[in-house]
């Protein structure tokens, strides 16, 4: 069974497409096999915050146990870390990784919010980037659904200087594109 938690208005729209950003970026949902990513470009920066369910990385929601859990989790983590690798950003831009956040209090990482559920738990992260022209990244060649083979469908929203863009991605396509057409 899929768990969701939205907003009470948007369950009701049932219309999450059409629903503005602002609102969009309050909905939490806990679905197993998608992922979200509120991309911010401004100024020098590229800042990515993703919101995942744990399973999506390791195949499990619950504190490792067995080494195989526990090696799971370490190779997800280091995964994650190396994050230029999973977002290649528009070379354009020119950008460099800069600090990595990564928040699971299953896995005993970082500072947590309220878990995802009972029986669920989630792994979020922030990875920043320092560019030297941010605002001509048009796109990023996401790594996310060949590192990762439980993740199916990533959930994102663009916010850059040239408006704000939505978009969704399934396996097995890569490129995440925006800017032309809104
Ligand atoms: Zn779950």
């Known amino acids: 069974m899929n768990f969701r938690r939205v907003l009470p208005a948007l369950a009701l729209t049932g219309l999450m497409a059409a629903a503005p950003i ?3 970026a309050q909905a939490r949902a806990h679905v197993h096999g ?3 990513l509120d991309i911010a470009i401004d100024g020098p920066t590229v800042v990515i915050e993703m919101e995942s369910p744990l399973d999506n990385f390791v195949g499990y929601e619950h504190a490792p146990k067995s080494e195989s859990e526990k090696k799971m989790a370490d190779d997800a983590v ?3 870390r ?3 690798q999973l977002f290649k950003i528009d070379p354009a831009a020119n950008c460099k990784l800069g600090p990595v956040a990564l ?3 299953a896995l005993g990482l970082g500072k947590t919010e309220t878990g995802a559920g009972e029986g669920h738990a989630d792994l979020d992260g922030t990875f920043a980037f320092n560019c030297t022209k941010a605002t001509e990244a048009k796109f990023i060649e996401l790594g996310l659904f060949g590192a990762f083979k439980g993740l199916r469908q990533v959930d994102a929203q663009i916010v850059s200087p040239d408006g704000q863009f939505k978009r969704t991605l399934k396996r097995p396509a890569t490129r995440l594109a925006w800017g032309g057409s809104k």
Do not use: G, I, N, T
């Open 22 to 24: 602002a609102a969009m």
């Open 78 to 80: 280091a995964q994650l």
């Open 82 to 84: 190396a994050a230029d």
């Open 34 to 36: 998608q992922l979200k």
């Open 103 to 105: 928040r699971s209090a």
